[in-house]
Nanobody, 121 residues
Framework: QVQLVQSGGGLVQAGGSLGLSCAAS????????MGWYRQAPGKQRELVAS???????NYADSVKGRFTISRDDAKNTVYLQMNSLKPEDTAVYTC???????????????WGQGTQVTVSS
């Protein structure tokens, strides 16, 4: 059974830093794009950052220069380092990964359980 398990999150003051991690486990043959999404109350879920298997990254304009996404394929893990946090970064953050499962013919997208990040003024 494949799953993504997140860790990190919590409460931090504006200007502070916080790190998130997301580890995939199961019968994984390969990992393609991995990323982080967030959703604030009353708003649509938005892509925060993504990283391809080749290391190419993409960031939302609102987090460029402050957040860094990285991955460790040996650990099947994606990370999000968040610096210079602002109150508007407050949201539930959820990781995702496009995985090729052993014995399967196609990639499938999997999601973590989500974690709350709250940035106080």
């Amino acid at each position: 059974q494949v799953q993504l398990v997140q860790s990190g999150g919590g409460l931090v003051q504006a200007g502070g830093s916080l790190g998130l991690s997301c580890a995939a486990s199961g019968n994984i043959f390969g990992i393609n794009t991995m990323g982080w999404y967030r959703q604030a109350p009353g708003k649509q879920r938005e892509l925060v950052a993504s990283i391809t298997s080749g290391g190419r990254t993409n960031y939302a304009d609102s987090v460029k220069g402050r957040f860094t996404i990285s991955r460790d394929d040996a650990k099947n893990t994606v990370y999000l380092q968040m610096n210079s946090l602002k109150p508007e970064d407050t949201a539930v953050y959820t990781c995702n990964a496009d995985l090729l499962i052993t014995g399967a013919a196609m990639n499938r997208r999997y999601w973590g359980q989500g974690t709350q990040v709250t940035v106080s003024s």
